[in-house]
């Protein structure tokens, strides 16, 4: 199977800063990284995927990049109803791993 | 739009099993590929396992392979979760997800909401 880390594991920022998230695969996954935002309550949110491509209604402050092991989510300037947790997703391989998460926190 | 509405919230005792449901609406059943993904207190998501309808095959994470079947009936557009043999610690949200798959990307595009299973004596 193929593991996925993130870091950091949490993350206390403010509104308007920019923050960035990390994913690493255990082996190589190509472009195959997804990101989904997660709240209390409500089902995951697909944000990013194909390590790039921004899913239609994201808004476009959020992005990713990376190829083969290493990825990162960025968020451009946080918005209030951005604090949730993320995850990162393989889709290169069965069976389908996620990240441990990254909880972002307001400061 | 794409709907998966999940079967209402269940309460279990250990050794016990549990069938989920989750009707789709408004997307490709057959073709597309359902999959279920839980998340329990405190802890992140973890896919169990998936299938695709129009070939009926299941694909299970090898630590749910011995306790799940996933099936689907594509007259009612409906998917199934069946866990068997319940602990405590399959307290969790299961989620139903379709994984999409245009070209060679793969993504969980729609979500249902979650059905919390709680097992407990």
């Known amino acids: 199977d193929i593991q996925m880390t993130q870091s950091p594991s949490s993350l206390s920022a403010s509104v308007g800063d920019r923050v960035t998230i990390t994913c690493r695969a255990s082996q190589g996954i190509t472009k195959y990284l997804n990101w989904f935002q997660l709240k209390p309550g409500e089902a995951p949110k697909l944000l990013i995927y194909s390590a790039s491509t921004l899913q239609i209604g994201v808004p476009s402050r959020f992005s990713g990049s990376g190829s083969g092991t290493d990825f990162t989510l960025t968020i451009s300037s946080l918005q209030p109803e951005d604090f949730a947790t993320y995850y990162c997703q393989q889709s290169y391989s069965y069976p389908r791993t996620f990240g441990p998460g990254t909880k972002l926190e307001i400061k | 739009q794409v709907q998966l509405v999940q079967s209402g919230a269940e309460v279990k005792k250990p050794g016990s099993s549990v069938k989920v449901s989750c009707k789709a609406s408004g997307g490709t059943f057959s073709t597309d590929t359902l999959s279920w993904v839980r998340q329990a207190p405190g802890h992140g998501l973890e896919w169990m396992g998936g299938i695709m309808p129009m070939s009926g095959r299941p694909n299970y994470a090898q630590k749910f392979q011995d306790r799940v079947t996933i099936s689907a009936d594509k007259s009612t557009s409906t998917g199934y979760l069946d866990l068997r043999s319940l602990r405590s610690d399959d307290t969790a949200v299961y989620y139903c997800?379709?994984?999409?798959?245009?070209?060679?990307?793969?993504?969980?595009?729609?979500w249902g909401r979650g059905t919390l299973v709680t097992v407990s004596s």
């Open positions: 997800a379709r994984e999409r798959v245009v070209g060679n990307d793969w993504y969980f595009d729609f």
